[in-house]
C-alpha cells in the first residue's frame, strides 16, 4: 500500500530563513508527487507537482522540490521564506489507476517576521 | 480560488443522525472525489465518481455513500453519524479520473459531531 512520511510536524523559521520540509513515499510503481499548501481559513492549494522528467521542478511562490527517486524522496525547498509562506503544507503521491492522492500528515510551517 | 463550491460551510449535527454535503465541479470536470481532514491529520480519500459511478473507494464503511448528478455536481451521505466523523471533508475535481489528471480542491465542509 502507499504511503507518505512528512517527517517534521511543526516547523518554526524567521523571515529569510531557509526552508527545507522532508517527504518520503512508500510505493513500488510508477508515482505522481505532488506539494500542496492550506493557509490559514483556506482551501488546498496546489503548490508543484512531478509528472515525469526534471526530477527538479519548480512550483509556485518560489518553493520548488527534488524527486529523488533513489530515496523515494521528494523534499520541498524555499530560498528564503517570508512571513506570508505561514501555512500547512502537504506532500501526496498518486500512484493508483483511479487517481486518489495519498496525502502525509502535514508540517505547519510557522514565520516568525 | 478553484471553480470548486462546497456546501454547506459549517455544520453540526448529533451522533446517530444523517448528512449530506454537497459539492460543484469546476466547469469542464467530470471527476469528483471526496476527501476526510481530521484534525491535525492529513486528507484521506474516501471514494471518487467518474461520469456518475463510483469509480474507486478508500478504507471507508459502506455509511459513507455518494451520488454523482448528470451535471457532475456530487453529494457525499453519511449515515448514522459517529463522533469520529468529525472533520473538515473536502471535494475535489478533475477532468478525468487517473494519476496524470490533476484535482482542484473546493474550500470544504467542516462537520461536527456531538
Known amino acids: 500500500a502507499q504511503s507518505v512520511s512528512q517527517h517534521n510536524h511543526h516547523v518554526i523559521l524567521s523571515e529569510a530563513a531557509s526552508l527545507e520540509l522532508g517527504c518520503n513515499y512508500s510505493?513500488?510503481?510508477?508515482?505522481?508527487l505532488f506539494w500542496y499548501v492550506q493557509y490559514p481559513g483556506q482551501h488546498l492549494q496546489l503548490l508543484l507537482k512531478?509528472?515525469?522528467?526534471?526530477?527538479l521542478v519548480k512550483g509556485i511562490k518560489g518553493f520548488e522540490a527534488e524527486f529523488i527517486k533513489s530515496k523515494f524522496s521528494f523534499n520541498l525547498r524555499k530560498p528564503s521564506v517570508q512571513w506570508s509562506d505561514t501555512a500547512e503544507y502537504f506532500c501526496?503521491?498518486?500512484?493508483?489507476?483511479?487517481?486518489?492522492?495519498?496525502f502525509g500528515k502535514g508540517t505547519k510551517l510557522s514565520v516568525k517576521p | 480560488e478553484t471553480g470548486v463550491t462546497q456546501s454547506p460551510t459549517h455544520l453540526i449535527k448529533t451522533r446517530g443522525q444523517q448528512v449530506t454535503l454537497r459539492c460543484s465541479s469546476q466547469?469542464?470536470?467530470?471527476?469528483v472525489s471526496w476527501y476526510q481532514q481530521a484534525l491535525g491529520q492529513g486528507p484521506q480519500f474516501i471514494f471518487q465518481?467518474?461520469?456518475?459511478?463510483?469509480?474507486g473507494r478508500g478504507n471507508f464503511p459502506p455509511r459513507f455513500s455518494g451520488l454523482q448528478f448528470p451535471n457532475y455536481s456530487s453529494e457525499l451521505n453519511v449515515n448514522a453519524l459517529e463522533l469520529d466523523d468529525s472533520a473538515l471533508y473536502l471535494c475535489?475535481?478533475?477532468?478525468?479520473?487517473?494519476?496524470?489528471?490533476?484535482?482542484?480542491f473546493g474550500p470544504g465542509t467542516r462537520l461536527t459531531v456531538t
Open positions: 475535489a475535481s478533475s477532468t478525468g479520473q487517473g494519476r496524470r489528471y490533476e484535482q482542484y
Open positions: 510505493y513500488g510503481g510508477t508515482v505522481n
Open positions: 512531478y509528472f515525469s522528467g526534471d526530477p
Open positions: 501526496a503521491v498518486n500512484g493508483g489507476s483511479q487517481g486518489n492522492l495519498i
Open positions: 466547469s469542464g470536470h467530470n471527476t
Open positions: 465518481y467518474y461520469r456518475e459511478e463510483e469509480n
